[in-house]
């Protein structure tokens, strides 16, 4: 099996991109397109308070330091607010 991605398009905080697969012993191709949305960590927070889930913890990788605005990953742990 062999496989890529190639890069559509980039429209912060949107990036679309194809994952493509070719099976070495059939032949057989395929092509996915998928988005990804890169969002702040504000824009996080709100989304998931509006959700209804708490916010326990914010990182900024998965070592648990702080989330800075340099921070090359938002990690979050949130648990369902009970209604």
Known sequence: MEFWHE?????LPRVT????????TSGEETCRRNVLAFRDK???RSSL????FEIADIYGDWNRTPATDRAPEIIV???KSDP
């Open 42 to 44: 504000g824009t996080v």
């Open 7 to 11: 890069t559509i398009k980039v429209e």
């Open 77 to 79: 742990i949130a648990v």
């Open 17 to 24: 991109y194809e994952t493509h697969t070719r099976d070495l």
């Open 49 to 52: 308070l509006a959700a209804g």
